[in-house]
């Protein structure tokens, strides 16, 4: 299995970037995705999942209203799509994958990680 994060990068506040998570090695439509990040000094905190069919998604409050997550089944990939972006953002942002049909927020629930991008928001 193969998680490959790509699509970060350095914007200033306010603007936007759209994360990707290009899957492998795995049957991606059984498998809930989320997206994670991790600040510099603090712990790896859950972004955004969504189930194996697109139909239930859920998100952190930090980025509800902000951040869409979806996926493209027919290129196995999620995307983050990250509007109105702040400061507080700045992360190594991972995606990962977790064989469930329930979708869920704890970090040791998913099976699989990607290697993460790196986003910086600019004040």
């Known amino acids: 299995v193969q998680l490959q994060a790509s699509g970060g990068g350095l914007v200033q506040a306010g603007r936007s970037l759209r994360l990707s998570c290009a899957a492998s090695?795995?049957?991606?439509?059984?498998?809930?995705m989320g997206w994670f990040r991790q600040a510099p000094g603090k712990e790896r905190e859950f972004v955004a999942a969504t189930s194996w069919n697109g139909g239930s998604t859920r998100y952190a409050d930090s980025v509800k209203g902000r951040f869409t997550i979806s996926r493209e089944y027919a290129k196995n990939t999620v995307y983050l799509q990250m509007n109105s972006l702040k400061p507080e953002d700045t992360a190594v942002y991972y995606c990962?994958?977790?064989?469930?049909?329930?979708?869920?927020?704890?970090?040791?629930?998913?099976?699989?990680w990607g290697q993460g991008t790196q986003v910086t928001v600019s004040s």
């Open positions: 990962a994958a977790d064989r469930d049909t329930v979708v869920v927020s704890h970090r040791n629930e998913y099976d699989y």
């Open positions: 090695g795995m049957p991606f439509s059984m498998y809930v």
